[in-house]
C-alpha cells in the first residue's frame, strides 16, 4: 500500500549564520556560511544535520536563528481576512533582490507559500536559474559524490527541476496530489470511481489529472444549480489544484531554456475548460480555517462538499483518489519546499555538504510534511530504476502570476477559450524571453 500523508504547510522562514573554518581539505573563502531557510516546526531535522556536518568541520560555529512567519500560512489558518501581508512581499523580494546583486549566501531554500497566497508575488525561480543564479549541482557531485537519496529523485524528476546539462534544485519536501470523498457522498451524488488499482485496497483509486478535472466539471454541469447538492470541493483546495494542474500533469507549459511555449494544444484547452467549469461552482467563503483538517472536519460532517482534501470520517467508508499524470505513469507530486546554492556562493563545498547532511536525516514528522529521503528509504530495491518516473517531483511554476489578469478574466467568463489560449501564449513567449 502506497504510504499517503496529508497537506503539506510551510511555516516558518529563518536565517542561519555559520562562522569558522572547516577540518576537511578545502578552500574556504569567507568566515562565515549564510543561508534562507525555511521550516515547519522540524528544528530537530536542521540540528540534526548540524551536528553532521560539525563531524566534518569541527571549528564552524553554527547558530540558528528562526523568523516566525505562521499567519502567512493558510494551510495552519487564515481566519484573519486583513492580515498585512507585506512582510512576505519583503521577503520575496529581498531573495530575488539578493540573488541578483550576488548577495544571497550560500543556500536558498524556496517554498510554495505562494500557493497558499497569491497576493505575495513569488520570485520566479526558473527565470533566475536561467540567468545563472544558482549553482550547478551535478560538478559539486562530481568533486564530493552524489547525495545519495536525491540521485533517485534527480534521475527521476522533471527537466526542469533536473536535468543532463544542469541540476539546481534539490527538493526535500512535497506534497502529493490526492483527495478524498467517502462512499455515501459517491454513491448519493452519482460521482462514479475508477476501479482501484490493482494490488491496493479498495479505497485507493488513480486517476489521471484530465480525467479527475472533466469529471469534477460534469459533475458541475449537473448539480451546480441544485440547492441541495454540497460544493465540489472547498476554495483552498481548488486554488492550489488550479495554480500547479499545469506543471504536475506531464506538460512543460514553458521553457525557458529554448524559450518556447506550448500553451496552445489540446490538452490544455481540456483542463482550462475543466478548470473553470469547476470555478462556478466554487464556494468563495474568504474566512475561516480554509485548508486546516478541523475546518475539513466540520465541513465533511454538515456535508458542504463533495471532495476534501483531508477527511478523518469515522463511520463512512473513505476513498481516496490519488492524480496521475496524463498518461498515468506517475503520481502528481510537487516540491512544498527545495534548496539551491547561488552561484556567487564562496562556500559551495560545505553548502554542499550541509544539503547532503539535512537529506541523509530523518525528518522529525510533525503531521505538516513529508521529507523525500524518507519517501525514498520505502522504495523497494527492485524499484529504484533510475529510469523508472516514480517520483516526479516538479517545482510550481511562477508564470501564472505574471498573467494572472488572463487568468481570472478567462475563470470568470469574460473571454472565450480560444482567444485566452492564444492571449497567454503570446504573452508567456515574451515573458519568458525578457
Not at 244 to 257: K, N, P, R
Not at 322 to 343: F, G, H, K, S
Not at 365 to 379: D, H, P
Not at 396 to 406: M, V
Amino acid at each position: 500500500m502506497k504510504k499517503r500523508t496529508g497537506i503539506t504547510a510551510i511555516i516558518l522562514i529563518i536565517s542561519i549564520l555559520i562562522s569558522g573554518c572547516g577540518g576537511k581539505t578545502v578552500e574556504q573563502k569567507n568566515d562565515s556560511l549564510s543561508c534562507y531557510f525555511l521550516s515547519d516546526g522540524n528544528e530537530k531535522w536542521y540540528e540534526a544535520a548540524k551536528e553532521n556536518v560539525l563531524e566534518t568541520y569541527p571549528d564552524i560555529k553554527m547558530e540558528l536563528k528562526w523568523w516566525t512567519a505562521t499567519q502567512y500560512m493558510m494551510l495552519d489558518s487564515r481566519e484573519y481576512k486583513d492580515t498585512d501581508i507585506t512582510p512576505l512581499r519583503e521577503y520575496y523580494d529581498k531573495i530575488t533582490a539578493d540573488l541578483r546583486k550576488d548577495q544571497a549566501g550560500d543556500i536558498v531554500m524556496g517554498d510554495a507559500t505562494y500557493l497558499e497566497w497569491p497576493e505575495a508575488t513569488p520570485p520566479d525561480w526558473y527565470k533566475l536559474m536561467k540567468n545563472g543564479a544558482f549553482a550547478d549541482l551535478n560538478a559539486l557531485e562530481e568533486e564530493n559524490g552524489q547525495v545519495d537519496v536525491t540521485s533517485y529523485v534527480k534521475n527521476n524528476s522533471d527537466s526542469a527541476v533536473a536535468s543532463e546539462k544542469q541540476w539546481t534544485f534539490v527538493p526535500v519536501l512535497d506534497r502529493t496530489l490526492f483527495y478524498f470523498t467517502t462512499e455515501e457522498l459517491a454513491e448519493q451524488w452519482g460521482f462514479s470511481l475508477p476501479e482501484s488499482q490493482e494490488g491496493t485496497v479498495s479505497e485507493y483509486f488513480d486517476m489521471s489529472i484530465v480525467d479527475f478535472l472533466e469529471q469534477c466539471a460534469e459533475w458541475v454541469e449537473k448539480y451546480g444549480d441544485d440547492p441541495n447538492a454540497p460544493s465540489i470541493m472547498p476554495d483552498f483546495e481548488f486554488q492550489v489544484l488550479k495554480s500547479v494542474a499545469f506543471d504536475v500533469c506531464g506538460l512543460t507549459i514553458a521553457d525557458y531554456e529554448s524559450g518556447k511555449v506550448d500553451f496552445d494544444n489540446p490538452t490544455v484547452k481540456r483542463i482550462l475548460e475543466a478548470l473553470r467549469t469547476i470555478s462556478t461552482d466554487i464556494e468563495d467563503s474568504g474566512l475561516g480555517d480554509q485548508g486546516t483538517s478541523p475546518f475539513q472536519q466540520d465541513a465533511y460532517e454538515a456535508k458542504r462538499y463533495l471532495i476534501y482534501g483531508s477527511l478523518y470520517a469515522t463511520s463512512d467508508h473513505i476513498k481516496i483518489i490519488t492524480l496521475q499524470d496524463v498518461n498515468q505513469e506517475y503520481d502528481c507530486m510537487y516540491a512544498t519546499r527545495w534548496v539551491a546554492i547561488p552561484a556567487s556562493s564562496k562556500n559551495q563545498t560545505i553548502a554542499y555538504d550541509y544539503i547532503q547532511a539535512l537529506l541523509d536525516e530523518d525528518m522529525v514528522q510533525t503531521g505538516t510534511g513529508y521529507n523525500l529521503s524518507e519517501r525514498y528509504k520505502e522504495i523497494p530495491d527492485e524499484h529504484r530504476d533510475p529510469n523508472r518516473k516514480a517520483f516526479n517531483v516538479v517545482i510550481p511554476s511562477t508564470w501564472q502570476y505574471a498573467l494572472s489578469d488572463l487568468f481570472d478574466s478567462y475563470y470568470a467568463g469574460n473571454m472565450e477559450t480560444d482567444e485566452f489560449m492564444n492571449q497567454v501564449q503570446k504573452r508567456l513567449e515574451v515573458y519568458i524571453t525578457e
